[in-house]
């Protein structure tokens, strides 16, 4: 479609819609063009910004289509944001607005800049055509702007406009169009076109030639006086500024930083962990700014001086000269040698001068990442700018905020009677030192900066000059840069100067840079000069004249001047240069500067520069004044305020309080005594703490602290943060260097009288004297980390009150989201306090959830560093990922920090992780914990770094072994520990300090000797570890050739003004490289897991048995899952073997099997078990856990193949079973066909004779007779099997056996039997032996012994033995005795509970072997029953100090009788059904009336046959019908049931649940005595409800679906036999085989004899009446009741009952709490439960009293209290040490655990008295309930269940 033009000019423009882009199909002159300049960031650029949807950097042949459709205008839009290509502004066109883009918050400094750059490119008439426009955020005002900007004499508030930076709003645009008009109407319709931009240009170059009439000739000390070639700002002004841009441009654009002036590179750039620093010789042009800051963050001062390798012929390299190719005569070789054309050279580019490469990263990084540029700097004893021109505004610029961090300390010689040395450490920007400034007037041949370098350190290039290496003869960022260093004493006779000094340098011919110039002569002490020559005809004579009649001392250095210094007035010197050597003139200048500055003198600060007009300090900018005065408003709080009193006043929470509440918790791992009620009352301390830290929480410093954070927008939350660190660094500092200071004295003092090896009293004084600097020195030390931990105690402190504060002056919980902020930015975070020695886990866990929350569960390698103190550790880690760890002395790293670090991309494919997580700890051996518990502290600290972990650096200083050997010890004790909990983290050694480390032979030898010195260590660690391990290896994978570092020297010379030393960064770049390479094998670990290592770890440390303490909490998490996993597949595998059995099951009742194999049985599960087996394989495949789960593969694949084995054994003992039942009914079933055809004909016949006689009401009493006479008639000859009477035969037995028939009824109408193995006490049951039955035993035992020895026989003699048996039975036992036991111990008690239990199970596996489902059950059986208890009964008391009484006995065996009556009832009633014939002739009564009164009624064959088979049917199907259901709802419950849908732990909760809802006592005995039987009742209890009550109408869904299947089934098997039949012409029989041929696995079809129905034909017919048949079948089945289940063979809570308590049932020793592994057999693994309870539970009392013991296991074993093992044992065993107290002991794994679980203490309140009167004792004296305990709830003792059980 072509673009109609718009006709009516008084149309109204924004009604044309047409498309834009056809007009520009269309040679169209645009109505307007609009070029945008200034920041790119101050719009977003995108589709839906009307005014500029591209990011091209020129349109002009193209139309803006979003604005011809807003307003139908042609507009032409430009864009040249950021630093354009000047070229390409399109100025022949013609330019009607330029539109400045200025974001909001910066205006001021962008409108300044832009303005001054856009009149530089394009003259000052630019002015008329510009309009402001300042961008803002949608949420945002614009206040203030305005009034900002109003300021700037340039600008025009009627051209000013603000707009959001997305440019969607039309009525924005459409109002900036409508000023744009008007302003192109007051230009009269003008454009700026090139001729105005020239025009322009010429007249300010003319005014800028009158300024500078003269211009010197040649560069900066760099350029030879002879040479011809120049840059400087001469040759610059003559090329013009738009060439020197272009200059800039090339330089950025070679470095790949041509974006960076406007998207600057942040700290977060480099906070990543990359590959090592490229080697100098191997790094490209283009990397070289990069590789510049890389090195110089890992403090390598070789970084200004990077060699670049040669990629391009265009580009020149000082150290590689041309080769000519001529090959002429030597003639013409000899005229070319002295030829002096450089032509062949002119057209190479040479490589970019170091300092520019430094200035370019300097100008293209941002705030933060300069600050950290020029500390690094610092620290490599580089110059610092201290005035540095704008490359495109050239404004000048103090970086005060880049210095701002820099903290120096120096020792100031006050030479007076006595030298006096005073330490001095402060900001640089404070400290009020003199300066001594240094210019260049002209060019010179000496090199100003060389000679500087001289009077600061003659051996390190301070100041850069044209000597050093990569030096070049162009550069383009330094000319105006004023740098400055600081000479710093250290103290010594040798130093240059006594004091500090400040030395500036003004790089370029301070002629051509006037106000730089001007500035430093201002601020300066000294002014230094260099000059050619002092003739007056020189264009340096008027500012030398100015320097002459000031005040100022001026010393003038004169290039053509031979002569020594000269003082020509006071405080005026001369000094020639002219063939003297630099050594000389350094000299002499000290000399001078010395004199000059012991007099009255100025003093220059780094502060000052912010008051200097005319200069733009970067702290002016809004975002950083916005973050000082949040910053200067809490440190306003602090001003005049004694620096030790600070914490104290505005951080409660952290001191007392803390180190209190620190102290309890930690005595509740070491309690005696009455320990609950201990226990109860420190917990109560420690939340009174809690309550206190609450109330003193809300301090100002906190309140605006937290406000801050909380308010402020990220950018200006960081200049906060680090406002907050330089100001307090600066409140600190001198009061820090002053105690510092006397304690280097006093602990000076104190190793001189240590020296003299004598105990004295004044060795006592000082050592309590250096204690008192000490503790002043800890509560001087205050810095930004006290206030995160002060965060971190009010938000443990709300957070343990479990409610949140309602005053709103602290909102605490958002403080982990605050910190997780920071910690994810890469600030260092708080691990441990290093002052109260303990770790805040609530607030560490909260802030790592916070951090998971935002990044995702991330994986993280935890690299954790030891060593001793001072050793570098974290100057170590700051140099090897530029990390921010404090480094300077007396603020050390104390205690524990974290910081998190990105993975780079460029490494990311070759690791398994996504985060470096370094932890830096505090200094072993540290000497302010000198005179504590210094061994204990460092075994903590080193066990829990080593433990949180997957690598550990050992940073050790020296090479002295001897030295090593206290941290050796321990980090090989911490390394040993980790191996006995399954932890294996890997180690490396960093020697740092050594002197020579290129020594081959002296490295060999050191590693030996620390390869010995460990294996000594393993040795000694070994035996305090209870180890058997020999050597260092074998506790850890560890090669001493490959996992030892030597480092060189950190320093090259002594400090204070020593730099860096070179090798030592190679050697942190190699050690990177062996980090990276050993965290290339290593998976890491998610950081939910190391949230939980520290919380194990943590918890472990605070008990002394750390092993025996530590609980991996996500290792115990992933093997919960694992065992729900466990039992999904176990379930799998039963329910597939269920449905198999049950299909055999009906095969073999079918008479269709006899026999069932092996291998049949694993080729039906073969399916299953392969998916299983593959199922197992992707779970512990798993990526996340794989590490954790690969521990128990094997064994889980192990019980799994033994599940699977167990299963098709068990089935095929069953089905073997059911076969054996068969064959033994042999005899009866091969007479039931004869007697059917027998009943069936006589039924028949019996019919046909009374047909038409007999009424239907007398066809029963006929019917009767008939029947008795053939029942008669058939069983004749046949004895029934009787019942069986077992009430009477028990009596019987035990008669039989010598109890008397009183003692029998008595202890049977007692019924005390029935509960035997649940009461309280066994007293009553007991008799004490005598001193003489002792001897009597020990004499029997003797005498057995020798009659064994000479009849080799085994055992006594029986008639002994029944004497002796007898004589205990009729021993009178004295009242004193009888008496004495109610003393009978608690493990007495136990034993015999145990005892009872091995008895009962002994005797039922032993009954259920016989075979009396098969054969009948025989007297014989219970009366070995009965004699077995007897025997036992007697080898059990002959073990004993007691015996037991006969009444025990008689019990016992009813026991036993009781138990197993139910399985003899059940297997003798099975087998008198299936083998009395009268039974079965019995059975077939009611069939064979049905058959005889159908035949009555003159049915045919058909219809009584189809009649048979319905009945049949009826009791098959819904046998099977029920089996079936039985199984689905199993499967239902256990999937879909909470209480059965996971793992023992799981089930264990419920079952505790239930029995806390029920709130009976019986129930909780039946629970403690036997937790496997309260849990089947459970079971049973909870199927019950789910089909009855809860999921009724699911249940019943169930059977209805299998009621529904069964009636599909016998539909398809009556079409399928009716079809077969009528195809092959069969007859009855065959139609019976081919119908129970369909049904043969599904249902139970009684033998049906055709023999008397062979006349049937019609098989349609039977079929029809069949199906008539099985329809009130159906309908009965349809509203079967879930009740008749319990009447077949499968039930689902048996089902379930198989399912879910097949696992561990082993009791804790102690309080009898169940283990809750779901495997049953799970050696090697100990038996654990997460939550033990009170021992009193079980009945535990204090041996003698009755007073019970409330302890739980888990306070016990914390303790310093003791135990007996057993009831008889005069021997205690400390709780500590509980595993040596025996085998029941051994195997069990109880961590100590503060907490307790609610549901226990509930109970103990809740059945007091029952629990009392039960065991006998008293909950009294030191077993008294805590009466905090009685606050408990049931409601909350449930809720705990929740809390504590949760998998």
Known sequence: MEFDPVEDPHEPQHSVTKSASAASNNTVIPELTLLLTGDRNSIEIGTK???????????????????????????????????????????????????????????????????????????????????????????????????????????????????????????????????????????????????????????????????????????????????????????????????????????????????????KLSPADFLKIGPPVKPSNDTCEQELAYTFLQKLLALDYRARHILVKQESPEVSHPQSAPVSDSTDTDDSDSDEFFNTDEDSDQSKQTHAHPMDVQMAVFHCSDSFLKQDMIKKLSQCQYALPLLVPDPVTMDIECPLWTLRQIIKTWKVTEIKDKDTITMKSMPICKAETPMVSFFRLGSLSQSKSHLMNSLINDTHSTFFHRNCKGSTKSRHLMDGVAEIAWYFPAGNPNDSFTDCIAFCNLHGDALTTEKQREILIDKSSVNVVFVPTLTRTQKNTAVLSALHKSTKPLIILVADKDCGGVEKKPGKYIVGLKERSQSDVAEEL???????????????????????????????????????????????????????????????????????????????????????????????????????????????????????????????????????????????????????????????????????????????????????????????????????????????????????????????????????????????????????????????????????????????????????????????????????????????????????????????????????????????????????????????????????????????????????????????????????????????????????????????????????????????????????????????????????????????????????????????????????????????????????????????????????????????????????????????????????????????????????????????????????????????????????????????????????????????????????????????????????????????????????????????????????????????????????????????????????????????????????????????????????????????????????????????????????????????????????????????????????????????????????????????????????????????????????????????????????????????????????ALTYLESKKDQCYSIFRSFWKGNSSAVVFGEMICENLKVSAVQAVCNKTAIDLAGEMRCSFPAFSGNRLNLEKHVLKSLAEKEDFKSFITYIRDPRSQAENFIKDEVHKYMFREQSHKAQNILKKNVDDISELVSQALFTATQEVKTQKGGTDMWMAQFSSVLKDKLTLDTISCQNFRDINNFDFLKEEIEKGLVPIKTEMSRLSLDKMKDFRLQPDQILIDQLCRCCWVTCPFCGAVCTNTLEDHSPDDHNVPFHRSASVKGWHYRNTVEMSVNFCTTNVSSDNSFYPDGVSEVSVPFKQYRTAGPRFANWRITPDESKLTYWTWFLCRFQQELENYYGRKFKGRGKIPSQWRTHTKQQAIESLDESYSE
């Open 49 to 263: 910004n009307i005014l500029l949807d591209h990011d091209d950097q020129t349109n002009v042949e193209q139309f803006s289509a979003k604005l011809y459709d807003l307003c139908g205008r042609h507009i032409s839009v430009i864009n040249m944001l950021g630093l354009p290509n000047i070229d390409r502004v399109p100025l022949n066109q013609g330019i009607h607005a330029f539109l400045l883009l200025v974001p909001y918050g910066q205006h001021n400094s962008h409108y300044k800049s832009r303005v001054q750059w856009l009149e530089k490119t394009f003259g000052r008439g630019f002015l008329s055509y510009l309009m402001t426009v300042v961008t803002h955020e949608s949420n945002e005002k614009c206040e203030g702007a305005l009034a900002d900007l109003k300021a700037n004499s340039s600008f025009a508030e009627k051209r000013y406009h603000t707009c959001t930076r997305t440019m969607t709003d039309e009525k924005e645009i459409v109002s900036l169009l409508e000023k744009i008009d008007v302003m192109v109407s007051e230009n009269n319709d003008q454009s700026y076109s090139r001729l105005t931009c020239v025009q322009n240009k010429d007249q300010k170059e003319h005014l800028d030639h009158n300024s500078y009439k003269e211009e010197s000739v040649g560069t900066e000390e760099e350029i030879d006086i002879s040479t011809e070639v120049t840059s400087g700002p001469s040759e610059t002004k003559g090329k013009g500024t738009v060439d020197v841009e272009k200059e800039i441009e090339t330089l950025l654009s070679r470095l790949h930083l041509q974006d960076k002036l406007q998207q």
């Open 590 to 1476: 000290k000399m001078i500067i010395k004199k000059t500055l012991s007099g009255p003198h100025t003093s220059f600060q780094l502060e000052s520069m912010s008051k200097v007009s005319g200069v733009r300090v970067d702290e002016d900018d809004p975002v950083c004044q916005k973050g000082k005065s949040a910053a200067m408003k809490i440190l306003n709080l602090l001003q005049g305020m004694d620096i030790s009193k600070i914490k104290d006043n505005f951080l409660p929470c952290q001191g007392n309080l803390w180190h209190e509440w620190c102290r309890i918790k930690k005595e509740l791992y070491h309690l005696q005594g009455n320990i609950e009620k201990e226990k109860s009352q420190k917990e109560q301390a420690l939340t009174q703490i809690r309550q206190e830290q609450c109330s003193v929480s809300h301090t100002e410093l906190m309140k605006s602290f937290t406000e801050s954070l909380l308010s402020l927008p990220s950018t200006d939350k960081e200049y906060f943060l680090k406002w907050m660190q330089i100001l307090i660094d600066a409140l600190s500092t001198d009061d820090l260097a002053s105690i510092l200071q006397r304690y280097d004295e006093k602990w000076s003092e104190v190793l001189a009288l240590k020296r003299k090896h004598e105990k004295s009293p004044l060795l006592d004084s000082k050592q309590n004297e250096l204690e008192q600097i000490s503790k002043e020195l800890q509560s001087a030390t205050f810095g930004l980390e006290h206030i995160f931990r002060e965060m971190g105690q009010i938000y443990e402190a709300h957070k343990s009150q479990k409610k949140q504060t309602h005053n709103r002056q602290t909102d605490w919980s958002k403080y982990p989201e605050l910190a997780a902020d920071l910690m994810i930015s890469g600030h260092p975070m708080e691990l441990m306090d290093g002052d109260a020695g303990y770790a805040p886990l609530t607030w560490i866990s909260s802030v790592l959830e916070e951090v998971i929350r935002k990044l995702g569960d991330q994986t993280v390698f935890v690299l954790s560093v030891l060593g001793v103190q001072s050793s570098g550790k974290s100057t170590m880690l700051n140099a090897m990922f530029g990390l921010q760890f404090a480094v300077s002395a007396g603020r050390c790293t104390k205690g524990a920090f974290m910081q998190l670090i990105k993975v780079s991309e460029e490494i990311r494919n070759d690791l398994k992780f996504d985060y470096f997580l370094v932890v830096d700890t505090e200094g072993l051996r540290a000497l302010e914990l000198a005179s504590n518990t210094t061994t204990h502290h460092d075994n903590e600290l080193s066990t829990f770094v080593v433990g949180l972990g997957n690598m550990t650096l050992i940073n050790i200083f020296g090479e002295n072994p001897a030295e090593m050997q206290d941290v050796l010890q321990i980090v090989v004790q911490a390394f040993m520990r980790m191996k006995k909990v399954k932890l294996s983290p890997s180690c490396v050694f960093v020697h740092q300090n050594v002197s020579d480390i290129g020594a081959a032979e002296k490295n060999m030898d050191g590693k030996r000797r620390l390869q010995e010195k460990l294996d000594d260590m393993t040795q000694l660690a070994a035996k305090e570890e209870q180890c058997d391990v020999k050597c260092f290896s074998d506790v850890i994978a560890f090669d001493v050739q490959k996992d030892v570092k030597y480092f060189s020297h950190l320093w090259q010379g002594s400090p204070p003004m020593a730099p860096p030393n070179p090798r030592y960064s190679e050697n942190v770049q190699e050690l990177k490289h062996i980090i990276l390479s050993k965290a290339s094998q290593s998976s890491g670990i998610t950081l939910s897991y190391f949230k939980s290592k520290i919380q194990d770890l943590w918890n472990a440390l605070m008990n002394e048995q750390f092993v025996f303490s530590f609980k991996n909490t996500l290792e115990i998490a992933v093997y919960r899952k694992l065992e729900v996993q466990y039992a999904t597949w176990t379930w799998t595998l039963r329910s597939n073997m269920l449905t198999i059995e049950n299909q055999l099951y009906t095969r073999i009742e079918n008479g269709k099997l006899d026999r069932v194999e092996n291998s049949y049985l694993f080729t039906e599960m073969s399916k299953t078990f392969e998916k299983i087996k593959k199922d197992m394989n992707l779970y512990f495949e798993d990526k996340r856990d794989k590490d954790m789960l690969v521990q128990w593969r094997g064994r889980f694949e192990q019980k799994i193949k033994e599940f699977h084995e167990e299963q098709v054994k068990g089935v095929k003992k069953t089905l073997d079973e059911v076969i054996q039942q068969k064959k033994a009914c042999k005899e009866l079933d091969d007479k039931k066909t004869d007697f059917e055809n027998k009943l069936l004909q006589k039924s028949k016949e019996l019919a046909h004779r009374l047909k038409d006689k007999a009424k239907e009401e007398e066809l029963k009493s006929q019917f009767n007779t008939v029947w008795g006479e053939l029942v008669r008639e058939l069983s004749a000859g046949i004895k029934p099997i009787e019942d069986i009477n077992l009430e009477e035969d028990h009596k019987r037995v035990l008669n039989e056996l010598g109890f008397e028939w009183g003692l029998i009824k008595g202890c049977k109408d007692s019924n005390r039997y029935q509960v035997l193995s649940k009461l309280g006490h066994y007293s009553d049951y007991v008799n004490q032996k005598t001193q003489r039955d002792l001897s009597e035993e020990r004499h029997q035992s003797h005498e057995s012994k020798k009659e064994n020895k000479y009849t080799g026989k085994q055992g006594t003699n029986v008639f002994k033995r029944a004497f002796n048996y007898f004589k205990q039975k009729i021993t009178i036992v004295p009242t004193t005795q009888q008496k004495g036991n109610r003393d009978f111990s608690h493990e007495q008690h136990e034993q015999i509970r145990s005892f009872i239990s091995q008895v009962e199970q002994q005797s039922l596996e032993e009954i259920q072997t016989k075979p009396v489902a098969t054969r009948g059950c025989r007297s014989t059986y219970l009366l070995e029953m009965a004699q077995n208890v007897q025997t036992k009964v007697t080898d059990f008391e002959s073990q004993k100090p007691y015996t037991l009484r006969k009444e025990f006995t008689v019990d016992l065996s009813l026991y036993v009788f009781d138990r197993a009556g139910r399985w003899l009832s059940q297997s003798h009633e099975t087998y008198r059904k299936n083998n009395d």
